[in-house]
């Protein structure tokens, strides 16, 4: 059970059932009497005019989410805007459906699974991306772009080094990347962390300009996934053992069974 690049779209006509973001195991739905919609300001006086379209309504939505687990039950609050659309059955009859556009979600759903072993910088940085990417895709990529800093701080590649005469400098983060693309356990994964780095630099202009997409965002996000599934899940190491077992064996290994014993009825 996974989150989609689906859950994540811009413009919506139902509120994604994201896996929550506690127990990852329930999905959230929307409780009862959500969505609460009102009109703009402008749409209630535009309303007025006999020349106003319904097409033409725009207007604010919050709704609070729960989580379907009963074990969990977590509350997200989710916000933003809406807009109406002509939209056409199976038989070709128009209808009008109200499009939602996600700007806030708390807690927010992260759009990748993160390993158990995931070092808490990287968990954190992933996080506060998540949060962001529905307002400000730009500063989700900053955020984004910690995370891979968070992650080479980890693997123990140093972020300073000396430089005569200035002393002590910063080393940046493509120099962090060559230096862990040298080391064994940093060869095969030195690429994707470079397309992040590449995709982390386009939310970096300072001229205002919007240069980064929700969609930008969510291809770093699974570029870091991919990372930290092959640094920290153990999926692969089993799979390693599983391979040598059966190379070992030259056939299939099955699991050895223990006699049970049956206990004295007293
Ligand atoms: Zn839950």
């Known amino acids: 059970m996974a989150n989609t ?75 933003g805007r809406t807009s109406v659309d002509v939209d056409f059955n199976h038989e070709g009859h128009p209808f009008l459906s109200t499009y939602y556009k996600i700007l806030f979600a708390f807690p927010s759903p992260v759009p990748i699974s993160m390993p158990i072993h995931t070092p808490d910088g990287v968990k954190s940085a992933l996080i506060a991306a998540a949060g962001l990417l529905w307002a400000t895709p730009d500063a989700a990529m900053n955020k984004l772009r910690q995370a891979v800093e968070a992650f080479l701080s980890a693997e123990k590649i140093p972020s300073t080094t000396t430089k005569k005469p200035r002393g002590r400098v910063r080393l940046s983060l493509h120099c962090r990347i060559t230096r862990y693309g040298e080391t064994p356990k940093g060869l095969p994964l030195a690429s994707a962390l470079l397309a992040a780095k590449w995709l982390g630099n386009a939310g970096s202009h300072d001229d205002g300009s919007a240069s980064v997409t929700r969609d930008d965002v969510l291809l770093a996000f699974q570029v870091v996934e991919h990372v930290l599934d092959e640094r920290y899940s153990d999926r692969r190491q089993k799979l390693l053992q599983q391979i040598t077992a059966v190379n070992k064996k030259k056939g299939p290994v099955r699991p050895t069974r223990r006699k049970t014993r049956v206990k004295p009825p007293f």
């Open 5 to 79: 690049p689906d859950h994540w779209r811009e413009w919506v006509t139902r509120l994604p059932a994201w896996i929550c973001p506690r127990c990852k195991e329930g999905r959230l739905k929307p409780a009862e009497n959500a969505p609460v919609e009102v009109p703009t300001a402008s749409t209630k006086a535009g309303r007025q005019s006999p020349d106003w379209e319904p097409d033409w309504d725009e207007g604010v939505f919050s709704a609070i989410m729960i989580c379907d687990n009963e074990k969990c039950a977590e509350a997200v609050t989710v916000s």
